[in-house]
């Protein structure tokens, strides 16, 4: 029997345009790509709008899985270039029908399957699967999202998987549409260039200082009172960490790598803006207050998030 992919994303209200009067779903069908059927509904004037993508006819399991993940990278590319914030569900039941409803479902020759956050694969047997959906309004893809279907035909046709920590990224910075507050959406903001970037190993003169002072740690541990060696025991661990530069370091590299030093956010270099960033993230983890006004260089810093994601997903194609 054939596998189905059901994809499910949610977006903020209004980041859509609604759609128009359609008898049938939008169907997107690249070359070298099973056809997507895309539409979308909205629950009640006050609720996320959802984008559901479905594509049937697959052999396997495992091959509807893949195109699922492909089609979720694509539309993670497309959300940042379209400015579409998407949450892309963490494949999960988040609802399902009672024993009554699946009982009339089957006297109407169907079988009824729950409401799925994410990415949902199942086979096709020869009695139809219909999903069931609480959505009070519902409607098709239509026209007005000419930009965003032809970046998704051009993503599912030219891009694969993406990589863990871009996705996450990518995740994080969509997330800000949904948080209320400027500080929360700085902390996602931060975070999605600590994930893209790569702690480096220090230089080896460094290194060998460092083991110098790990070797003298773990001489005194073999003396110390249990009180004591505990606490030197976190200490190694400590100075192991110290091996491998800092974390603003490391976001300091990846954005000037991606985002030259002519190009300025805030006045600033985008790899210091970065760090300063960064630096304001830490105060407000470790005392819930910072030096920098967080609400003046937000919008700055979204800038860069977005630039940076930009630059990555076009290096990736």
């Known amino acids: 029997m054939p596998f189905t ?24 069908a690249p070359e070298g790509v099973v056809p997507i059927e895309l539409f979308i509904t909205q629950s009640g004037p006050a609720m996320p709008t959802e984008l559901i993508a479905i594509a049937r006819g697959f052999e396997s399991e495992a091959t509807a899985t893949e195109a699922g993940e492909k089609a979720r990278s694509a539309l993670r590319a497309v959300g940042v270039a379209t400015g ?19 009982d009339k479902a089957a006297e109407e020759g169907l079988i009824l399957r729950g ?15 219909k999903v069931l959906s609480i959505s009070f309004t519902g409607g098709y893809v239509s026209s007005p999202l000419n930009q965003f279907t032809d970046l998704l035909i ?40 600590e994930v893209l970037s790569t702690r480096e190993d220090r230089p080896e003169t460094l290194i060998d ?18 009180s004591d060696a505990e606490s030197a025991r976190s200490l190694v661990g400590s100075l192991q960490d ?7 370091s490391a976001i300091r590299g ?31 983890s470790h005392i819930g207050r910072s030096a920098t006004e967080i609400s003046a260089v937000y919008g700055e810093l979204r800038r860069l998030v977005k630039t940076l994601l930009e630059r990555l997903l076009t290096e990736g194609e």
Not at 212 to 226: C, K, R, V, Y
Not at 275 to 281: H, N
């Open 115 to 129: 409401r799925f956050d994410g990415l949902d694969v199942y086979e096709e047997g020869e009695v139809p699967v």
């Open 242 to 248: 110290l091996k491998k530069e800092s974390i603003g």
């Open 5 to 28: 992919f059901r994809l499910r994303a949610t977006t903020t209200p209004n980041r859509f345009l609604l759609p128009g009067d359609h008898d049938s779903p939008l169907v997107i």
């Open 209 to 226: 200082l460092i083991d110098s002072f790990i070797a003298q740690t773990n001489l005194h541990i073999s003396t110390a009172p249990e």
């Open 154 to 193: 051009h993503e599912l046709t030219s891009r694969g998987v993406l990589a863990g920590d871009l996705s996450l990224a990518i995740d994080l910075y969509f997330l800000t549409d949904h948080e209320a507050s400027d500080r929360a959406r700085f902390l996602n903001l931060v975070t999605a260039v």
């Open 254 to 284: 990846v954005v000037k790598r991606h985002i030259p030093d002519g190009e300025y956010f805030d006045g600033k270099p985008a790899g210091r803006f970065a760090s300063d960033c960064y630096d304001a993230r830490s105060d407000l």
């Open 84 to 102: 579409v914030a998407l949450d892309l569900g963490r494949d999960e039941s988040t609802g399902g029908p009672s024993d009554y409803l699946k």
